[in-house]
């Protein structure tokens, strides 16, 4: 069993940067590849970002493509999500995610095993 906490969410304006940190406890978080999805009111969950278990490779939603940046931290079993020029149209709650083995499409949350609870950011213009 794996536990994931998401910290960071809040309230910005349009241009602003924002670091989510999602802390991870229980099994071996160094093993697990982690990602970010977020789901705003009424749309879908969204893929954000992943990282895989080595850290070595990342991958990104389109929408936030050059914006974002993911990073792990093996020493604090820690995920982030730095997050800058941010927009209206990034408002949605933003969870963590973990998955125990290396996603095939990485973009698909039923890849991942375990949620956190989520963070609501909030961009306004």
């Known amino acids: 069993q794996v536990q994931l906490v998401e910290s960071g969410g809040g309230s910005v304006q349009a241009g602003d940067s924002l670091t989510l940190s999602c802390a991870a406890s229980?099994?071996?978080?160094?093993?697990?590849?982690m990602g970010w999805f977020r789901q705003a009111p009424g749309k879908e969950r969204e893929f954000v970002a992943s990282?895989?278990?080595?850290?070595?490779?990342?991958y990104y939603g389109d929408s936030v493509k050059g914006r974002f940046t993911i990073s792990r931290d093996y020493a604090k079993s820690m995920v982030s999500l730095q997050m800058n020029s941010l927009k209206p149209e990034d408002t949605a709650v933003y969870y963590c995610?973990?998955?125990?083995?290396?996603?095939?499409?990485?973009?698909?949350?039923?890849?991942?095993?375990?949620w956190g609870q989520g963070t609501q950011v909030t961009v306004s213009s």
């Open positions: 990282v895989s278990w080595t850290g070595t490779s990342t």
């Open positions: 229980g099994r071996t978080f160094r093993r697990f590849a």
């Open positions: 995610a973990a998955a125990q083995t290396s996603p095939t499409l990485w973009r698909l949350a039923r890849e991942y095993d375990y």
